[in-house]
Structure formats: C-alpha cells, structure tokens
C-alpha cells in the first residue's frame, strides 16, 4: 500500500533556530516528492518539487533532501521566523504525468518569539 | 496568480441535511479536485474531474456527489450529511508544468455537522 509517513508530529523551536522534519514513503513506483506548507485556515502551498534524480532542492530558508534508495526526504528550515509555524505536508506522486498524489500526515511546526 | 476560491470558510449543517460546497478556479485549469483533510490523516481525495460533466472517483466517494458544468466549477454535494462527514473540505485545481502536474489548492471549507 503506497504511505507517505512524516516525523515528528509536531514540533515547536524558537526563532532563529533550524529544524529538519522527515518523510519516509512506501510509494512505488516513485516519480517525484512535494513539500507543501499550509498555514492555519489556509489550503497547501508547493515549496519545493524534486525528481527521483534530484537529491537537493532550496526555496530561499527551505532545503529538500531526497535519498530514493532508502525513501526518504527531509526539509530543513534554517534561521526560523515567526511566518514558519504552520503544518508541513510530504507529498509523493507515483507515476510521471499522474495526479495520484499520496499525501503524508503532516509536521505541525510552531516557532515561537 | 492562480486562484482558487470556495465559497465558504465556515459552515454548520444538521444531520440529514443536503449540502453544497462551490468551488471556482480562474486559471482555465481542466484538472480540478476535492479532498478532506483530518487531523492525523493526509489528504484524502474524494472525487477529481479532468474535463467538464466529466468525474471519477477517488479514495473515498462514499456519501458524496460531485457536479462539473463549467470549466472553472467544481461542486461537492453531501446527499444527506452525517456527523462523520464533519472535516475540512480542499478543492484544487492542477497545471502541467515542466511535464508535472502542480496542484493549486482553495482556502479550505470547515463543515461542521451537528
């Protein structure tokens, strides 16, 4: 069954520390990985997209990381502002062209002053 | 900027009650989406359209209906809402870039059904 798996639930850092969250996925086959970040009453917003070929993936503060061999992603998030708390969604599409997007559980993130 | 919008953010229904929840999109997008979101959960889709008058069923299309009869609306209807229907509702709408599909999502519509 294709699952897209996200630690930690949540999380809460101050501002101006770095964080990591992870996704591990059962997807098969894989044609790329999303990181979504959705702010509270708000729907998703693409960060970063990354093909099975691509291992690294920047949007300004926000760095991808992709290992195919193990399914595993991370985002990283350097120098946190208040604007970061919001819920960070891991998206993996199976197939190329395809709209079957499986989506993760979600890391609720919350940076406080 | 692509947009999508629905037409409410908040909504309180009875059991029993039939309910439509509207989604409009401005960017042509033939592709267009409705999910429910809990917490714990993903995403989950409940019906997709790739065309109008045109839908298919996602993962969980029981107790729902959708409508498409134009291009930029896409229509969830609740035949009979029940407390377990209670959630919030993401309509989005796709492009192909780059030889992938990027979904656009709306606001999002909290239903609560009493």
């Known amino acids: 069954k294709n699952q897209v798996e996200q630690s930690p639930q949540s999380l809460i850092i101050l501002e101006g520390k770095n964080c990591t969250l992870q996704?591990?996925?059962?997807?098969?086959?894989?044609?790329?990985l999303r990181w979504y970040k959705q702010d509270t009453g708000r729907g998703p917003v693409s960060l970063t997209i990354?093909?099975?070929?691509?291992n690294t993936k920047s949007n300004g503060r926000y760095t991808a990381t992709l290992d195919a061999d193990t399914k595993q992603s991370s985002l990283h998030i350097t120098a946190s502002q208040l604007s970061d708390s919001a819920s960070y969604i891991c998206v993996v599409t199976p197939d190329n062209y395809g709209q079957n997007f499986v989506f993760g559980p979600g890391t609720r993130l919350s940076v406080l002053p | 900027d692509v947009k999508v919008t629905q037409s409410s953010r908040y909504l309180v229904k009875r059991t029993g009650e039939k309910v439509f929840l509207e989604c409009v999109q401005d960017m042509d997008h033939e592709n267009m989406f409705w999910y429910r979101q809990d917490p714990g959960l993903g995403l989950r889709l409940i019906y997709f359209s790739y065309d109008v008058k045109m839908k298919e069923k996602g993962d969980i299309p029981e107790g729902y209906s959708v409508s498409r009869e134009k291009k930029e609306r896409f229509s969830l209807i609740l035949e009979s809402a029940s407390t377990n229907q209670t959630s919030m509702y993401l309509c989005a709408s796709s492009l192909l870039t780059s030889g992938m599909y990027e979904q656009y999502f709306g606001p999002g519509t909290r239903l609560t059904v009493t």
């Open positions: 990354m093909t099975f070929s691509e």
């Open positions: 996704c591990n996925y059962t997807v098969s086959p894989f044609s790329n």
